[in-house]
Nanobody
Framework: QVQLVESGGGLVQAGGSLRLSCATSGRTFSNSAMSWFRQAPGKEREFVAAISWAGVNMRYADSVKGRFTISRDSGKNTVYLQMYNLKPDDTAIYYC?????????????????WGQGTQVTVSS
């Protein structure tokens, strides 16, 4: 059974940092693109960042460029999202997602597997 389990969320003050982790199991994603999405209350789920299977190519939403960094450790089957200079607008549930293909898409439809999410709350 394929599982993606996020961790690392929490409450942080504006300007602070958090690192999210997404541990995968049940299937190898070494040849797949991985991504992070987020969903704030009352809003649609939106793309945050994606990383290619080799960890060489990344793609970011404009709203997080320069503040967030996506990375992966294939040996540990884990994807990370390092978040710096957090803002109240970053408050959301953050979801990890995996594609069967190595395509850095910002569309939810591209991703086949999803985690349950981890809450990030940024106070002003």
């Amino acid at each position: 059974q394929v599982q993606l389990v996020e961790s690392g969320g929490g409450l942080v003050q504006a300007g602070g940092s958090l690192r999210l982790s997404c541990a995968t199991s049940g299937r190898t994603f070494s040849n797949s693109a991985m991504s992070w999405f987020r969903q704030a209350p009352g809003k649609e789920r939106e793309f945050v960042a994606a990383i290619s299977w080799a960890g060489v190519n990344m793609r970011y939403a404009d709203s997080v460029k320069g503040r967030f960094t996506i990375s992966r450790d294939s040996g540990k089957n884990t994807v990370y999202l390092q978040m710096y200079n957090l803002k109240p607008d970053d408050t959301a549930i953050y979801y990890c997602a995996a594609s069967r293909r190595n395509v850095l898409s910002n569309s939810r439809n591209e991703y086949d597997y999803w985690g349950q999410g981890t809450q990030v709350t940024v106070s002003s």
